[in-house]
């Protein structure tokens, strides 16, 4: 039964824990030093207040859900939720680990690695967008090959404010660099508990009016506001800006292209609609290039053919 999960999760850990002992008993010389220690207890300490905020963050509306309606919007939700973390699983997982170490070779030129972290922020922000787009079209699709029953359909409602919420999430491994380059542990925790309560704040005030729509537009909101937060401080104790007005630019060319399927086009033939609905998201690219959302170095740097690309970056 459900203890078949805990089990794999076990399983799993456990295999991972025997594959890296060799690895570790290789290249490891077993050593206690409280120098060594104090510094990662110092910046780990303060972060167990964010972890707890973000697990209020993705599941405390689940509980709000079932205090103020009942158990078939807990599970719509989870169902919608579900289907928009594909932009978690092709986004933001890989992501994280890959920028990471870029990011850290630029330390000892602080102003490139500002530049950088700056430049792959928009390089995501593009590519994320166009992502959310292509899955909250195709939503309704994805429900009814999972779900044939109409009763599960209405979860498809929240898929694109979910899958926004995910890429917001992704979003946070840039703008959080300032903080993390000066070890600002405690103001990291901070910024992620002040949304965890201004998320718990909407969900009370969304949810009795709204459901599962306001359950989601509660944690895209948390979302936003964590990453204003971060990007707030960033700037302030590392001097680390970002282009908003780009953000904003391609957050509203996705909403609008949404918005023409959603609220103008109707499709009797589910062929029809994968056709229609892949064209429209498939003309982002040209919106992004023509609007001048790259600069000519980059327009000039994508018609390059790939072989000359990798000796240009070499």
Same mark, same amino acid.
């Given at each position: 039964? @459900?203890?078949?999960?805990?089990?794999?999760?076990?399983?799993?850990?456990?295999?991972?824990?025997?594959?890296?002992?060799?690895?570790?008993? +290789? %290249?490891?010389?077993?050593?206690?030093?409280?120098?060594?220690? +104090?510094?990662?207890?110092?910046?780990?300490?303060?972060? !167990?207040?964010?972890?707890?905020?973000?697990?209020?963050?993705?599941?405390? #509306?689940?509980?709000?859900?079932?205090?103020?309606?009942?158990?078939? =919007? %807990?599970?719509?939700? &989870?169902?919608?939720? +579900? !289907? $928009?973390?594909? %932009?978690?699983?092709?986004?933001?997982?890989?992501?994280?680990? $890959?920028?990471?170490?870029?990011?850290?070779?630029?330390?000892?030129?602080?102003?490139?690695?500002?530049?950088?972290?700056?430049?792959?922020?928009?390089?995501?922000?593009?590519?994320?967008?166009?992502?959310?787009?292509?899955?909250?079209? %195709?939503?309704?699709?994805?429900?009814?090959?999972?779900?044939?029953?109409? #009763?599960?359909?209405?979860?498809?409602?929240?898929?694109?404010?979910?899958?926004?919420?995910?890429?917001?999430?992704?979003?946070?491994?840039?703008?959080?660099?300032?903080? !993390?380059? +000066?070890?600002?542990?405690?103001?990291?925790?901070?910024?992620?508990?002040?949304?965890?309560?201004?998320?718990?704040?909407?969900?009370?005030?969304?949810?009795?009016?709204?459901?599962?729509?306001?359950?989601?537009?509660?944690?895209?909101? =948390?979302?936003?506001?964590?990453?204003?937060?971060?990007?707030?401080?960033?700037?302030?104790?590392?001097?680390?800006?970002?282009?908003?007005?780009?953000?904003?630019?391609?957050?509203?060319?996705?909403?609008?292209?949404? &918005?023409?399927?959603?609220?103008?086009?109707?499709?009797?033939?589910?062929?029809?609609?994968?056709?229609?609905? &892949?064209?429209? $998201?498939?003309?982002?690219?040209?919106?992004?290039?023509?609007?001048?959302? @790259? #600069?000519?170095?980059?327009?000039?740097?994508?018609?390059?053919?790939?072989? @000359?690309?990798?000796?240009?970056?070499?």
């Amino acid at each position: 039964g @459900l203890l078949s999960l805990i089990y794999g999760i076990i399983c799993q850990l456990s295999i991972c824990c025997l594959c890296w002992i060799p690895i570790w008993y +290789k %290249v490891s010389r077993p050593k206690f030093s409280i120098s060594v220690l +104090k510094p990662p207890l110092a910046y780990g300490y303060p972060q !167990i207040l964010a972890g707890y905020s973000g697990l209020l963050i993705q599941s405390g #509306d689940r509980y709000l859900l079932k205090l103020f309606t009942d158990t078939r =919007s %807990v599970g719509l939700y &989870s169902i919608g939720y +579900k !289907i $928009a973390s594909l %932009v978690n699983v092709f986004l933001v997982t890989p992501i994280k680990p $890959a920028i990471t170490p870029i990011i850290l070779r630029a330390e000892s030129n602080p102003t490139m690695q500002r530049d950088l972290i700056s430049k792959l922020a928009e390089y995501y922000y593009i590519y994320g967008i166009f992502l959310c787009l292509g899955l909250s079209l %195709v939503a309704p699709e994805i429900v009814q090959l999972f779900a044939p029953k109409k #009763d599960f359909w209405g979860c498809q409602t929240i898929i694109p404010m979910i899958a926004l919420s995910y890429f917001q999430h992704g979003l946070g491994n840039f703008v959080n660099w300032g903080n !993390i380059m +000066k070890n600002k542990s405690a103001l990291i925790s901070t910024n992620i508990a002040i949304s965890a309560v201004a998320n718990v704040v909407l969900n009370l005030l969304f949810i009795p009016y709204w459901g599962i729509i306001g359950a989601a537009f509660a944690t895209l909101l =948390s979302y936003l506001i964590w990453n204003g937060l971060k990007i707030y401080f960033s700037a302030r104790v590392y001097d680390l800006y970002f282009n908003i007005k780009k953000m904003i630019l391609l957050t509203i060319l996705g909403i609008a292209l949404y &918005s023409i399927v959603v609220w103008t086009l109707e499709f009797n033939s589910l062929f029809v609609a994968l056709c229609v609905k &892949s064209l429209i $998201a498939l003309t982002y690219p040209a919106w992004v290039w023509y609007l001048g959302f @790259l #600069d000519q170095k980059e327009k000039d740097w994508i018609k390059i053919p790939a072989e @000359l690309n990798k000796d240009l970056v070499s």
